[in-house]
Each structure stands twice: as structure tokens, then as C-alpha cells.
């Protein structure tokens, strides 16, 4: 299991991200809501940064003030506090980038997931439409068949058999056209009324079904393009945030560093400050060295109960099946497609469920489950931290709830089936460790269990 560490867990936010918080707090107050969702950025992990085209803001494009720079404005009190005022604005400028950036990474994810499902609502309204059309058609179609064979009926019992020929020489390849030619048998249609209004009733019916449907479509496809430019506004959005956060916890340090010692009056050198500078780096990079280390034991062990498991009867993450598919990951399945109640985690609440949720502990590996090329790795709203693979012919896969700092791929990657993506976690709308799986098909979400089970994998 994970390290009690707060950090470690996802508990709280990560120095850099409490320093972006607190200057934050002193100009205006966050709810709680949204310290989780700022919280839930520290997670962004590994981003194609170069690859999304992400530049430094031109406000951090001037030169940082140097340890020689303070040495001298610390002998002139006139330098000095031109100093401490630039100094002053550099550190409430990089504070203000981060929070200002996370805060639009928030918005442009929760504007991705909106697009997603107001698109995915549009599919199943025209696909409900053209069914409904369709249903229409076989009646008007079975109405007009059963007129056709009274007709035929009708003259052969008049022995007109010659005017009935001559009728149906031309053979009608619509129930519309069959319609049209009936419609003028006045003894068939006297006979037959009811009949014949059913089938001109269920002719209309379908076509303006079929022409509803049509729009619904034109509108369904608008929506998937906007859900496809939102999502990738929140992949760039995200990107900047992380940008600017790295940004900060390079330079914030010594730059506060550098402010204490300009306006320390005591016999401290600026030597001094500096040394603290550098020791507090090291000490930063083997607390972060003891957290990959601790991490790694925890996917390891993860790993090796669900092999465990798995002996026992239960499913294996990266197990392969058939056609080029893997389990993503370990455990039972604990939450099947389709609706439920309401559930809410982490500021966050959801109804409806487009996946399936494998019950594998925390920090457990996360395996693609075919090949492709990532499309998307970001933070995204209510799936928290979140991968999507494209494999090519229309199906994607989905990833969602990964652990803070859990990311294994970036942006733009490509990937094997069975390589390990990302680790389970509990961000997002979620109340406890899981991977919550998604499969994509023409962009909506599909019932990922009969897929999986179809390439030989193990889910039920």
C-alpha cells in the first residue's frame, strides 16, 4: 500500500502547489471545491510540453535577479529597496501565473467534459430518432404490401386480371410509390380505408421522423467536433498550468531566499541565505527520491497481490486476450455500464456510469489495454487525473481517477498494449481507489465489458 505521507496519498497538495494556494488565499478566499480541483493539477505528471507548443509567459521572460545582484543592492539602501520591490513582484507574478493557470485548466476540463456529454446526448437522440423512423418505415411498408395483396385479391375476385396486370406492370419500389398507385383504386380504398389511412399515416410518420433524425445527426457531429476542440483546449490548458507551476518551484525558492536577505539587518551574509537555498534543494530532491522509491514498492506490491489474485480466480491487469488486448487492470469488477445513483468525491458529484471499474488497490499499474497513441493526459474534471488512447478505427480507450504524480506517458505518445500508463488512484469524482475504464467507439462511450470479453478477457 502507499506511503502515509499526505502527498503521497493525494491528501493534500504539493509545496509548490501550497505556495500557489496561499498567495491565492490572501487576495481571495478559495472554497473547498475549488482547492480540490487546484489540488487535483499537482497530479498533471509527465506532459508533452514542446509537443503542445507551450511557451513561457513573456512576464518571466526578464532576467532573474542573481546572488551577485543582491550582494550589491545590499550595500545601498536606495538599490536595495528597487530590489526588494522587483523581487517582491516576481514572486506575487509567478504565484498569481500558477493559480490564474490551474484555475483556467479547471474551467477548459470542465467545459471538455460538458462538450463530451452534451455530444454523447445528441448521438442517442439521433440514433433514437432514426430507430423510431426506421420502426415507421417497416409499418408503412408491411401496410402497403397487405393493400397490395387485397388489390390483387379484389380484381382477380372481379376478373379483371388484365386491368390488375396493366396496374402493376411497372413494379413499385417504395411503399410511397405502391401508396400513390392504391390511392387510385377507389374500390380497394372504399373497402380498405382504415387500412390505407394506417399505412399513409405511418408513411408520414417515418419521414418526418427520418428528416427529425437527419438534423439531430447534423447537430450530434457539431457537438463531437466542439467536445474534440474542448478537449483539446483542456490538454493545453493543463500543459500551461504544469508549465507555470515548474516554472514557480524553480524559481520561487531562491527568490524568497533573496528577499529574506535583502531585508535581513542582522550580520547574516547573503552567503549564508544561499547555502540554505541549496540545501534545501538537495533536501527536496531525496524527499522526492524517498517517494518515487516508496511509490514503486507500493505498485510492486500492488502488482504482486493482484498476481496473487488472480491465481485465485481473479482477473490480472496486463493479461493478454485476443486481436492485440490486454486486462488494464487487476481486480473484480466493482461498478458495471449503465446508470446509478449518485456518486460524489473529492468536490465532485456524477450520475450515470460510461464504464466499467476494476477494484484494484491504490497504486496498482494501469496497462493500455490495446496499442495506440495517447490523445490525450491531463487532469479532467470529473475524471480526475485521466488518459485516453486512440487505437485507430474509431475506438478509443479511457483511463480515469490516476493517482496524483501518476502518470507514465505523455501527450502525443505512442504505446503498446500491455505497457503500463499510469497507477490507480482516487482523484476525481470518486470515493475510494479504482480505475474506472472507458471504450470510445465513433466518440461515445460503449458498455467496455462485451468489448473486452470479445478479445478473450477475463471480466465477468
Known amino acids: 500500500m502507499p506511503s502515509n505521507d ?14 500557489a494556494l496561499t498567495a491565492q488565499k490572501a487576495r481571495t478566499p478559495l472554497s473547498r471545491r475549488k482547492a480540490l480541483q487546484l489540488g487535483g493539477l499537482g497530479g498533471l505528471g509527465i506532459l508533452g510540453l514542446g ?13 532573474y535577479p542573481s546572488w551577485d545582484d543582491v550582494q550589491r543592492a545590499k550595500a545601498n539602501e536606495a ?12 514572486i506575487d507574478a509567478l504565484q498569481a501565473d500558477v493559480v490564474a493557470k490551474q484555475a483556467e485548466a479547471v474551467r477548459l476540463a470542465g467545459e471538455y467534459a460538458a462538450a463530451q456529454e452534451a455530444f454523447e446526448d445528441a448521438a442517442a437522440k439521433a440514433a433514437d430518432l432514426q430507430t423510431q423512423a426506421d420502426a415507421e418505415k417497416q409499418r408503412a411498408d408491411e401496410a402497403a404490401q397487405k393493400l397490395g395483396r387485397l388489390a390483387a385479391q379484389q380484381y382477380r375476385t372481379g376478373g379483371d386480371d388484365a386491368a390488375l396486370e396493366l396496374f402493376f406492370s411497372d413494379s413499385a419500389t417504395s411503399a410511397d410509390d405502391l401508396l400513390a398507385r392504391l390511392g387510385t383504386m377507389d374500390r380497394l380504398v372504399e373497402a380498405n380505408r382504415g387500412v ?15 428528416n427529425q433524425a437527419s438534423v439531430a445527426r447534423d447537430e450530434r457531429d457539431r457537438l463531437q467536433k466542439e467536445a474534440e476542440k474542448k478537449m483539446i483546449a483542456a490538454q493545453d490548458a493543463a500543459a500551461a498550468a504544469q508549465a507555470a507551476l515548474d516554472l ?14 535583502l531585508q535581513d539587518e542582522t550580520a547574516k551574509t547573503v552567503a549564508d541565505y544561499e547555502a540554505g537555498v541549496e540545501a534545501a534543494r538537495k533536501a527536496e530532491e531525496e524527499r522526492q527520491a524517498r517517494l518515487a522509491a516508496e511509490r514503486a514498492a507500493a505498485a510492486q506490491r500492488a502488482a504482486e ?7 485465485s480466480g481473479g482477473g490480472s491487469g496486463g493479461q493478454a486476450g485476443t486481436g492485440g488486448w490486454v486486462r488494464p487492470a487487476s481486480g473484480g469488477i466493482s461498478s458495471w455500464f449503465g446508470n446509478r445513483g449518485t456518486i460524489c468525491g473529492n468536490g465532485y458529484c456524477t450520475s450515470g456510469h460510461r464504464g466499467i471499474d476494476f477494484a484494484a488497490a491504490c497504486w496498482s499499474p494501469i496497462y493500455a489495454a490495446a496499442s495506440g497513441t495517447v490523445v490525450f493526459a491531463a487532469y479532467a474534471d470529473s475524471w480526475g487525473n485521466y488518459v485516453k488512447i486512440d487505437h485507430g478505427g474509431g475506438i478509443i480507450t479511457g483511463y480515469a481517477h490516476i493517482a496524483p504524480g501518476g502518470f507514465n506517458v505523455s501527450y502525443g505518445q505512442w504505446v503498446n498494449a500491455g505497457q503500463v500508463i499510469a497507477y490507480v488512484g482516487n482523484t476525481g469524482a470518486s470515493s475510494g481507489c479504482h480505475l474506472h475504464f472507458e471504450v470510445y467507439s465513433g466518440g461515445t462511450r460503449i458498455d467496455p465489458a462485451p ?7 477475463n471480466v465477468y
Open 6 to 19: 499526505a502527498e503521497d496519498c493525494g491528501c493534500a497538495p504539493t509545496p509548490g502547489e501550497l505556495a
Open 248 to 261: 514557480q518551484t524553480e524559481h520561487l525558492g531562491t527568490l524568497q531566499a533573496q528577499l529574506a536577505a
Open 196 to 210: 390505407y389511412a394506417d399505412a399513409v399515416s405511418a408513411r408520414d410518420n417515418a419521414q418526418n421522423l427520418s
Open 79 to 90: 538599490a536595495k529597496a528597487d530590489e526588494v520591490t522587483r523581487i517582491q513582484g516576481l
Open 51 to 63: 509537443a503542445l507548443g507551450v511557451a513561457v509567459s513573456p512576464a518571466f521572460a526578464a532576467d
Open 305 to 311: 497481490e493482484a498476481a496473487a489474485a488472480a491465481a
Open 451 to 457: 468489448v473486452l470479453y470479445s478479445h478473450g478477457i
